[in-house]
C-alpha cells in the first residue's frame, strides 16, 4: 500500500486478522491504528505474541512436572490440568526465575520445558479438544468458519490521488 492509504489498509489487515470492520466509514485522512498505544510509541507487540505462546509451554511444563497431566493418559488431559499446590512444579518455576535477566531466554525455556525452542505445540494441544468440537459442530451446523471477503470501498474512503 501506499502511505495515503494506510489507514484503509490498516481496516483490511483488522479484518484479515481479526475479523473486524469498523463502527463507521473511515478515510484515508483517519489515524485509526494511532489509537493502539503500542503504534503511537513506537512499542514492539510481537512480545506480547510471544508471551501468550509461551505462557502455554511453561504451563505444560508445570503440569508434566505435576504429574497432574499425561499425554498418554486421556484421564489426564492437559486442558484439566491444576497443578495448584504441586511442590515440583513450583520447584521447576523456582529454578526458571533464579536465572533473572542474567542468562538469554533460551537458558530459561530449557530449564522450564527441557527444550530451548518456542513451540505451539502446548497451545495447540490445550485447545485440541475445542477445536475438534467446533469443527463437528460446524460441520453439523453448515457454519463456514471465518469472515469472508472485506468490500474495502464500503469501510473506507480510500485517497483521490492514488
Known sequence: T????????????????????????RSYLDFDAGAKYHVANDVGYVRYFTAFIYEFQFYRAMCLASGKYDPEDP????????????????????????????????????????????????????????????????????VKAGWGELDLDAVCEQSPSV
Open 2 to 25: 501506499n502511505k495515503e492509504n494506510m489507514n484503509c489498509h490498516w481496516w483490511k489487515l483488522r479484518h484479515e486478522i481479526q475479523g473486524l470492520k469498523p463502527p463507521s466509514k
Open 75 to 142: 484421564t489426564k488431559p492437559l486442558h484439566q490440568c491444576d497443578f495448584y499446590g504441586s511442590t515440583e512444579a513450583g520447584d521447576k518455576l523456582r529454578e526458571m526465575l533464579k536465572l533473572g535477566s542474567s542468562r538469554p531466554w533460551k537458558e530459561a525455556m530449557q530449564i522450564m520445558t527441557g527444550q530451548p525452542e518456542m513451540s505451539t505445540g502446548a497451545i495447540r494441544e490445550y485447545f485440541k479438544p475445542l477445536e475438534d468440537w467446533l469443527i463437528k459442530e460446524n460441520a453439523k451446523s453448515g
